[in-house]
C-alpha cells in the first residue's frame, strides 16, 4: 500500500498549494501524481478508476482529483497557454481509464479536449471532435453549449463569432431528443440577444418557462418526501463514487 499512500500524499500536497494560490505548482504535482496513478494501475492490473478508488482509503475521492485537475490546469493555462496541451494529453489518458459507466465525466472530458484545442487556436480540430461525439450522440446538449462557447466567447488571439455560435445552438434547438433542452433554450437566448435578434429571444424565453415549469411539476402527486442529510463532503449516495458536493449536490 505505500505507493497508494504516496499517490495520496501527492494529491493532497496539491490541495495545499491550490489553497495558497499557487495553481502552476498544483497541477504539476498533480499531473506528477498522475504518472503515478496510471504505473500503479499497469502494474496492478487495475481496469478502470472506479476499481482505483476501491484499492485504498483515498484522503480525496480519486475522480473529485481528476476533475479537480482538468479544471486548474485551464486556470493555469490562462497564465501558461502550454498548459492547454498538458491538458489535452491528461484529458485523453483519463478518457481511456475512467471506463463507461460515468457519462457525466466522459462528456466534461470530452468537452475539455475540444476547448482546449480551440484555446491553442486550432479551430479545425475543436469542430472535427465536437462534430465526431455529436454524430455518436445527436442529444448530448452540453455539447453543443460547448462548441458554441467557444466561438462565442472566443480567446485572447480568436475573436468571438456569435454568428457560428448561432449556428451550431441552432443545430441543437432542431434535435428532438435534446437532453437538458433548457440549458440550451439559455445559451440560444443569449446568443440572440447578442445579434440584436430580440424577437427570436422573446420567443424562446417563452419556451424556456415553459420547460422550468414542467420541470417543477415532475413531482409525483401524493408521494412522501424523505429528507436525508448529506455531508457535501461525504460520498454521493447515488453509488457514482465521488462527494456529494461534485455530483447529486451541486445544485444545493
Not at 489553497?19 to 501524481?33: F, H, K, M, S, Y
Not at 476533475?67 to 502550454?82: F, G, H, R, S, T
Not at 460520498?235 to 457514482?240: D, H, I, N, Q, Y
Request: charged share 35%.
Amino acid at each position: 500500500m505505500e505507493k497508494y499512500k504516496k499517490i495520496d500524499e501527492k494529491i493532497s500536497e496539491g490541495y495545499k498549494l491550490l489553497e495558497r494560490g499557487q495553481t502552476i505548482e498544483a497541477c504539476d504535482v498533480w499531473l506528477d501524481a498522475w504518472e503515478d496513478i496510471k504505473t500503479v494501475m499497469a502494474a496492478d492490473k487495475v481496469k478502470d478508476l472506479p476499481t482505483l478508488q476501491e484499492k485504498y482509503k483515498w484522503t480525496e475521492f480519486v475522480m473529485n482529483y481528476m476533475q479537480d485537475l482538468d479544471e486548474q490546469l485551464y486556470n493555469a493555462a490562462i497564465e501558461k497557454p502550454q498548459y492547454f496541451s498538458k491538458r489535452i494529453r491528461y484529458c485523453e489518458e483519463l478518457l481511456e481509464l475512467c471506463g463507461n459507466k460515468d457519462e457525466l465525466i466522459i462528456e466534461n472530458t470530452r468537452r475539455s479536449i475540444a476547448e482546449s484545442h480551440y484555446a491553442l487556436g486550432n479551430k479545425q480540430e475543436c469542430d472535427r471532435l465536437f462534430k465526431m461525439w455529436l454524430t455518436e450522440d445527436p442529444a448530448w446538449g452540453w455539447g453543443y453549449i460547448g462548441w458554441a462557447d467557444c466561438y462565442r466567447y472566443g480567446t485572447k488571439n480568436i475573436t468571438a463569432d456569435n454568428v457560428k455560435a448561432e449556428e451550431i445552438i441552432n443545430r441543437a434547438l432542431e434535435e428532438k431528443n435534446l437532453r437538458d433542452r433548457a440549458d440550451v433554450v439559455d445559451r440560444a437566448i443569449e446568443i440572440y440577444t447578442a445579434l440584436g435578434k430580440n424577437q427570436q429571444a422573446a420567443e424562446l424565453e417563452k419556451e424556456l418557462k415553459e420547460l422550468r415549469t414542467a420541470s417543477k411539476g415532475k413531482t409525483v402527486a401524493n408521494t412522501p418526501v424523505t429528507v436525508i442529510k448529506i455531508g457535501r463532503n461525504e460520498p454521493c449516495p447515488c453509488g457514482s463514487g465521488k462527494k456529494y458536493k461534485k455530483c447529486c449536490g451541486r445544485a444545493v
